[in-house]
């Protein structure tokens, strides 16, 4: 069972940076893809940015290419999001999640441990 703890978020205005991160308790970190995954109110759980386990290949929603950035340590099993020019519809419960193979999930289903989620809200 791989645990997921995240921590960073908080409330700012639109225009401000916020660096989530997630550490995993999985001693084969390296081995899992690692994705993050946001929630908005009355919305259904959207994917927001991937990175295989070994890092270097990266995948981003459309709404966010461009601000967001997703990197990991695997020596720190750990895994960040950095978000700039942070907008109002970026509001939600981000969630950090991850997959016990190499290459990034097509699906959120495919995501079998989660985090348990923390709040960012962007104010206008």
């Known amino acids: 069972q791989v645990q997921l703890v995240e921590s960073g978020g908080g409330l700012v205005q639109a225009g401000a940076s916020l660096r989530l991160s997630c550490v995993a308790s999985?001693?084969?970190?390296?081995?899992?893809?690692m994705g993050w995954i946001r929630q908005a109110p009355g919305k259904e759980r959207e994917f927001v940015a991937g990175?295989?386990?070994?890092?270097?290949?990266?995948v981003y929603a459309d709404s966010v290419k461009g601000r967001f950035t997703i990197s990991r340590s695997n020596a720190d099993n750990t895994v960040n999001l950095q978000m700039n020019s942070l907008k109002p519809e970026d509001t939600a419960v981000y969630y950090c999640?991850?997959?016990?193979?190499?290459?990034?999930?097509?699906?959120?289903?495919?995501?079998?441990?989660w985090g348990q989620g923390t709040q960012v809200t962007v104010s206008s």
């Open positions: 999985e001693r084969t970190f390296s081995s899992y893809a």
């Open positions: 990175i295989r386990g070994r890092g270097g290949y990266t």
């Open positions: 999640a991850a997959v016990p193979r190499a290459t990034i999930p097509l699906t959120l289903a495919e995501y079998v441990y």
